[in-house]
């Protein structure tokens, strides 16, 4: 697994070179200035208050990896800020407003979970977005804290995987079913309607290393473990995402975001 994710993050390193030449990048893959690791079209103004409040400081560093999650994000999505009513993911739409690092508290106090997107309008959706994360491994961890939950949401079936995972905290090895049930019964508590989406990436040539093959079919196994809840856990790959939006009645926008994207994300490792 250590070598997967190595060959990864020096694929993903050599690809944001090929995209900005006039970059510096160091050799752990951070480039000199944040800037530089944002594609053409994205800039600080459409992300920057959004990740100051939040409590990951990406900003003051982790952003600028070209292994990173956030700023395949904000690479993503903070374009559409400009286009929001015409965004689509999943096939879910008519969206009005989104922000990055949305927080739902579950009550417990604390720090809340942070989700990566989210979109507002007819409906809801949050997005927890990997790029590499899934490649290191993290045991399901829950305080006892969780144990003093008492209103509805211990009907749901999130709430019953708490018991499962802690029991099996290694069940699922590269998908973190904890993180997910925690956003989970925030949303729960703050949005019950809302969906989640879990949006992730892959190499081309993901059919080559098991981590790839393995990782989807836990998310598959943990989708059939919540299928009845009222917060709908749905996935897709950044590639399917990219794909949708060239099926869209799509300008010219649209097709040259995506090309960049592709270009900058959509490679072999």
């Not at 598959?220 to 473990?225: C, D, H």
């Amino acid at each position: 697994m250590h070598q997967t994710l190595e060959r990864a993050k020096a694929s993903l390193l050599e690809a944001a070179r090929a995209a900005q030449p006039d970059a510096t990048f160091d050799p752990a893959g951070y480039a000199s200035r944040l800037e530089e690791n944002l594609i053409a079209g994205v800039c600080r103004s459409q992300f920057d208050i959004d990740y100051q409040a939040g409590a990951g400081r990406e900003l003051a560093g982790k952003m600028r990896a070209a292994h990173s999650s956030a700023a395949l994000v904000v690479n993503t999505f903070a374009p559409w800020r400009a286009q929001i009513a015409r965004m689509t993911v999943g096939g879910v739409s008519g969206f009005n407003a989104l922000r990055f690092e949305a927080t739902y508290p579950t009550g417990l106090g604390g720090t809340p979970p942070h989700l990566d997107l989210e979109a507002t309008g007819a409906c809801t959706l949050l997005v927890e977005s990997k790029l590499l994360e899934y490649l290191t491994p993290k045991p399901a961890i829950f305080s006892r804290a969780y144990d003093t939950i008492a209103d509805s949401r211990c009907d749901s079936p999130w709430f019953g995987l708490i018991a499962e995972l802690r029991s099996h905290p290694t069940a699922y090895r590269y998908l973190d079913a904890a993180q997910l049930v925690k956003h989970s019964l925030g949303l729960m508590r703050g949005c019950p309607q809302a969906t989640l989406m879990y949006l992730y990436w892959e190499p081309l040539n993901w059919r080559a290393f098991r981590e790839f093959g393995e990782h989807q079919d836990e998310i598959a196994e943990f989708q059939e473990s919540v299928k009845a809840a009222a917060v709908a856990l749905r996935a897709m790959t950044y590639a399917q995402l990219w794909d949708e939006w060239l099926l869209q009645e799509s300008d010219g926008w649209i097709r040259a975001h995506v090309d960049r994207l592709r270009q900058r994300y959509e490679i072999a490792i």
